[in-house]
């Protein structure tokens, strides 16, 4: 099945997604709720910008570039109409369970994973979902900076983000299913802990491998600045 690339959002990541799978010759759509604006980000490169509505109905790989939270149930609950039983696929790239956010934007007990949260929200059977490029900066990803990618979530969502990933020139890590995805982001949480609050050590090691050791030594604090300013949608 071809890859038709919704993006949600008109901020740094949702441009930095349009950037690079533009420049890879993919089918792109960004969709808000201001169409005027989605439009003319999209004429910056070449690809279709409108409505929800219409980037929903052009895409069959969703990709979530609105902050987490409220922002992102508000979207979810009002596509339920349109998407229900059209076998889309959701990815779900918040970085919620960091010191930059407060519990506000984070999925409520007894979830311990956004991906989950959104996935039980929109109640969809058909629907696949997958947590992918959550732990990069915008830059990295419109830059090609090559590096490991962590990537969990079900089958069809996931073999979708693995051929985007390795499309690009990175490093996709199976991290197992979207049920994993609650397990991994506790792991995370740990090894922030273990590493003083830094990027991981296992991160640093095979970022080194891959050219992208300089970007995992970068602060935890650069990453997650350069993802609050997304725009809602």
């Known amino acids: 099945e071809d890859v038709k690339i919704g993006i949600v959002g008109t901020g740094r990541m949702a441009t930095a997604h349009a950037t690079a799978w533009t420049k890879l010759g993919l089918s792109v759509f960004i ?12 004429s910056q490169f070449g690809c279709k910008g409108g409505t929800h509505a219409e980037m929903l109905a052009e895409s069959n790989f969703i990709l979530l570039c609105i902050m987490p ?30 010191r930059f956010y407060t519990d506000a934007s984070r999925a ?20 696949s979902w997958v947590k992918a490029w ?42 197992g299913s979207a049920d994993d995805a ?5 792991e995370r949480a740990r090894e922030r802990g273990a590493c003083g609050g830094g990027a991981t050590r296992a991160r640093r090691e095979r970022g080194s491998r891959f050219g992208g050791g300089e970007r995992e030594r970068e602060s935890e604090r650069a990453r997650e600045r350069e993802r609050a300013p997304l725009s809602p949608a």
Not at 31 to 42: E, P, T
Not at 108 to 126: E, I, V
Not at 182 to 186: G, H, K, V
């Open 134 to 175: 959550a732990n990069v900066m915008s830059s990295s990803i419109s830059g090609f900076r090559r590096q490991p990618m962590e990537v969990a979530g079900d089958t069809k969502a996931k073999e979708t983000a693995f051929r985007m990933l390795t499309a690009a020139g990175f490093e996709p890590l199976d991290c």
């Open 182 to 186: 609650q397990a991994r982001r506790a």
């Open 69 to 98: 939270g409220p922002d992102s149930v508000a979207f979810i609950n009002s596509i339920k109409d349109q998407v229900m039983g059209k076998g889309l696929s959701f990815c779900d790239m918040s970085a919620s369970y960091t």
């Open 31 to 42: 969709g808000s709720r201001d169409k005027a604006r989605a439009v003319r980000l999209a």
């Open 108 to 127: 409520p007990a007894p979830y311990k994973s956004h991906l989950m949260y959104m996935k039980d929200t929109l109640g969809d059977p058909s629907a």
